[in-house]
């Protein structure tokens, strides 16, 4: 599974929306860090890794934003755009962020504390190691 949507309940009223994210209960795992990324330019792309460890739910709370995700061999770009419905990421996904609107601020929710070396920020390194699995996985 490259990514799946997911899609939260409204429980505002009149006074405005409110939405509500529980870890193990509206996202498939306990939410053990949440990090924003807002104030980047339309330009700028950003991610350009995979997490061994780490599962992440992306929502774009304001503006929008595009996000391509790749296991190296199929590959879809999802638009985020509403506060109500995210992008969750499985282990091992490769991802890039971009197209980011100016008044962007996307959140995301991840399974894990942050640890760099759970990081692949080379492509080329990663299609090999997607394909080695592939390859052992068929023996
Ligand atoms: P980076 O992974 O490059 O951000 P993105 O994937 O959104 O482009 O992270 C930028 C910097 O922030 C880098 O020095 C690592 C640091 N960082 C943390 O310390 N903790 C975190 O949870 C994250 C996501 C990044």
């Known amino acids: 599974m ?3 949507h997911l899609k939260f309940n409204d429980l505002g009223d009149e006074r405005g929306k409110l939405v509500v994210i529980e870890g193990n209960i509206d996202i498939p795992f306990t939410i053990q ?3 924003y990324i807002y104030g980047s330019d339309a330009e700028v792309i950003r991610g350009k890794h995979a ?3 780490s599962e ?6 304001a503006g929008s934003s595009k996000v391509m995700v790749t ?3 199929e590959k ?6 509403q506060p109500m419905e995210a992008l969750y990421l499985p282990k091992m996904v490769w991802k890039e962020m971009y197209d980011f609107s100016k008044d962007s601020v996307l959140l995301v929710l991840a399974s894990t504390h942050y640890d760099s070396q759970e990081y ?7 299609c090999m190691l997607m394909k080695f699995f592939e390859e052992k996985k068929d023996d």
């Open 76 to 81: 879809e770009v999802i638009e985020l755009s």
């Open 71 to 73: 296991d190296g061999k």
């Open 56 to 61: 992440f739910v992306l929502v774009n709370v």
């Open 33 to 35: 860090r949440a990090f």
């Open 2 to 4: 490259l990514y799946k």
């Open 51 to 53: 997490n061994i460890n």
């Open 120 to 126: 692949l920020r080379n492509y080329d390194q990663y």
